[in-house]
C-alpha cells in the first residue's frame, strides 16, 4: 500500500507561481497529478515515468507547468508558473503500479487527499 502527501497549496493572483509537493510511503512508479474543479471532472495534468525519462503534459498547462520528482525523497512536484484562473482546482498527486505514462484515473492506483490551488485576479 502506497501513501501520499500532497502540500504546498494556496492562494496565489494570476501570473504567480506555486510549487506543489508529493511526498510517497513506497516505491513508486509513474507519478501523476490531476486537477478537479467544482462541479467539474477530475482531469488530468501532467503524469513522469519511474526514472524521470519521461513526462506527459495536459495541453491546457504545457509550457506553463513542469513535472520533476526525487526518487531518493520518495517525492513528486508539480511547478506552475503563469497562473491562471481556470488553474484553481484541488490538485491530487497519483501513483501507479505500471509503466507508461497514463492519462487517465483508471491508469492510477494511489490517489492523495487533494491539495486546493486557488488563483485569483
Known amino acids: 500500500q502506497v501513501q501520499l502527501v500532497e502540500s504546498g497549496g494556496g492562494l496565489v493572483q494570476a501570473g504567480d507561481s506555486l510549487r506543489l509537493s508529493c511526498a510517497a510511503s513506497?516505491?513508486?512508479?509513474?507519478m501523476g497529478w490531476f486537477r478537479q474543479a467544482p462541479g467539474k471532472e477530475r482531469e488530468f495534468v501532467a503524469s513522469i515515468t519511474a526514472s524521470a525519462s519521461s513526462t506527459a503534459y495536459a495541453d491546457s498547462v504545457k509550457g506553463r507547468f513542469a513535472i520533476s520528482r526525487d526518487n531518493g525523497k520518495k517525492s513528486v512536484y508539480l511547478q506552475m508558473n503563469s497562473l491562471k484562473l481556470e488553474d484553481t482546482a484541488v490538485y491530487y498527486c497519483?501513483?501507479?503500479?505500471?509503466?507508461?505514462?497514463?492519462?487517465?484515473?483508471?491508469?492510477?492506483?494511489?490517489w492523495g487527499q487533494g491539495t486546493q490551488v486557488t488563483v485569483s485576479s
Open positions: 513506497g516505491r513508486t512508479f509513474t
Open positions: 497519483a501513483a501507479s503500479n505500471g509503466m507508461g505514462l497514463p492519462t487517465t484515473t483508471p491508469g492510477y492506483d494511489y
